[in-house]
């Protein structure tokens, strides 16, 4: 199963993205999905994670009030909606899936990453 992202790209500070994440079979069903960050020289950090009822998000305090992760149960599908861009976001992004393998195993899937660059 390979996690597929999309909606990364090139946006002056203050734009706005939407960044879109899917498994490529459809029959996939990941418990926790969510967002992670990586800027050239650093290491890798939470962005934001949904639980699959959505009962329970979660966000780095860089981001708080201006990103948003909802999820598509239907579609399995995760997004994260990206308001109020800032140079400082600039990074690869990366979703994660968790799929529980048995009731005390889970197992981590993560996409190739999708680029956002923000601009001043």
């Known amino acids: 199963v390979r996690l597929v992202e999309s909606g990364g790209g090139l946006v002056q500070a203050g734009g706005s993205l939407r960044l879109s994440c899917a498994p490529s079979?459809?029959?996939?069903?990941?418990?926790?999905m969510g967002w992670y960050r990586q800027a050239p020289g650093k290491q890798r950090e939470l962005v934001a994670m949904i639980t699959r009822s959505g009962g329970t998000v979660n966000y780095a305090d860089s981001v708080k009030g201006r990103f948003t992760i909802s999820r598509d149960n239907a579609r399995n599908t995760v997004y994260l909606q990206m308001n109020d861009l800032k140079p400082e976001d600039t990074a690869m992004y990366y979703c994660?899936?968790?799929?529980?393998?048995?009731?005390?195993?889970?197992?981590?899937?993560w996409g190739q990453g999708t680029q956002v660059t923000v601009s001043s």
């Open positions: 994660k899936a968790v799929k529980m393998i048995t009731i005390a195993t889970t197992k981590s899937y």
């Open positions: 079979e459809s029959t996939f069903s990941a418990t926790t």
